[in-house]
């Protein structure tokens, strides 16, 4: 008895049971938001699922040639009703992108076509005019995917966005409407084009025919360093012979990543002096654009750059240099097999090296 008297003047029965109900009401809440949050999860998928198949029989009967007639989609009712919700929208526009994907021709031009007079458009038009950057990003995907090149003028106004998506999602945009012209708009960018939007817009470059780019070389002489690689990128890729002058100015570039990315452009587009220049500039380089000067003449180099290769072997301190010098060697002369041999029977790394690229190059 002692004991439960001393523990009811520390905790009092009101204490435990406002512990209690309070306990029950946080229950309570919690079972009733994870009931609403599985109701309107359960809902969403049926709804989802109920436009998936509406929108599949139409599809099914456009895939077979037959047209789909305004008035054939005012009819249903039930559609009708779920598209004029914004829930249902949306997962209408997704599933029409998502079956546009994967067709091409007519066929996707039909899926167009049912996104436009089930009046899909103007919902992305809406999303695309809204001062929110999130709703303007997605607005400008679903026009680019509906292939709405009406509005490409409109949208190419922000492909200079200062906010970054938007900015991204119009410059994919543009280049999808006009392919390699729609490039124009790297003269007026003023924004950084980041390493990973510079591999997506080559990769979408890639899946057209190529085009001449006449103002490549003003992107090369670009403020906007992100432009100038990029277009060192263009160069590189297309093989642009008739900008090797603008390239080879980017090697007074401060940025060690513009000139890194020069050399390796002026290997695709070589000239007869073009190794003249790299070896010009590599005592002055870094590391690492050492390494890729000796690595390209590996690939465009001659007999006239055994000499200054041979200077490399002699003269640089680092193991992995040499290593190139004597790659780049024996790549670049008949007698680098033997030009080497002379050197290594001085120098037993140099014929350990020389070994190795032996070894690399019979496989």
């Known amino acids: 008895m002692h004991s439960r008297d001393t523990f009811f003047r520390f905790i009092r029965p009101e204490h435990l049971y406002l512990t ?21 999860k359960k809902k969403r998928h049926f709804l989802k699922q109920f436009i998936t198949d509406k929108l599949d029989e ?19 009712e039930e559609l009708t009703d779920i598209l004029n919700r914004k829930s249902g929208q949306q997962l209408a526009i997704d599933q029409l992108i998502n079956t546009k994907k994967n067709l091409t021709g007519h066929a996707a031009e039909s899926i167009i ?21 999130y709703k303007k990003a997605k607005g400008i995907y679903e026009l680019y995917m509906m292939n709405q090149k009406s509005l490409e003028k409109q949208i190419a106004q922000y492909t200079n966005s ?19 012209h729609g490039l124009s708009f790297l003269g007026t960018l003023s924004y950084p084009l980041t390493d990973w939007q510079q591999i997506k817009l080559l990769e979408q470059l890639q899946l057209l025919n190529p085009d001449k780019m006449p103002d490549l070389p003003l ?47 002026l290997s695709r587009i070589a000239q007869d002096d073009t190794t003249q220049i790299l070896k010009t500039i590599y005592a002055q380089e870094t590391y690492a654009n050492k390494q890729t000067i000796l690595k390209q003449i590996a690939i465009i180099g ?36 033997k030009i080497i041999a002379e050197v290594a029977s001085e120098n037993q790394v140099i014929a350990v090296m020389a070994k190795q690229i032996n070894y690399e190059m019979t496989k």
Request: hydrophobic share 45%; net charge negative.
């Open 302 to 337: 001659t007999d006239d750059d055994i000499d200054f290769l041979i200077n490399v072997l002699k003269t640089e301190t680092n193991d992995t240099l040499k290593l190139e010098a004597v790659r780049a060697t024996m790549k670049s002369s008949l007698d680098g097999d």
């Open 20 to 40: 209690a109900l309070s306990f029950i009401v946080v229950t309570s809440i919690l079972v009733s938001a994870i009931y609403i949050y599985l109701y309107v």
């Open 219 to 265: 992107w090369l002489q670009s403020t906007n360093q992100y432009v100038v690689a990029f277009a060192l990128k263009l160069a590189e890729t297309y093989q642009q012979m008739h900008v090797h002058t603008e390239v080879v100015h980017c090697l007074n570039s401060p940025s060690e990543r513009i000139r890194h990315q020069a050399i390796l452009t």
């Open 162 to 180: 200062n906010n970054e998506y938007v900015r991204t999602e119009a410059q994919t945009a543009i280049i999808g409407f006009s392919g390699f």
């Open 58 to 76: 139409y599809i099914s009967t456009i895939l077979i040639g037959e047209e789909i007639l305004p008035d054939q989609l005012l009819l249903d």
């Open 113 to 133: 076509e049912l996104y436009e007079k089930l009046n899909l458009k103007t919902i992305s038009i809406q999303k695309f005019r809204s001062p929110l950057w």
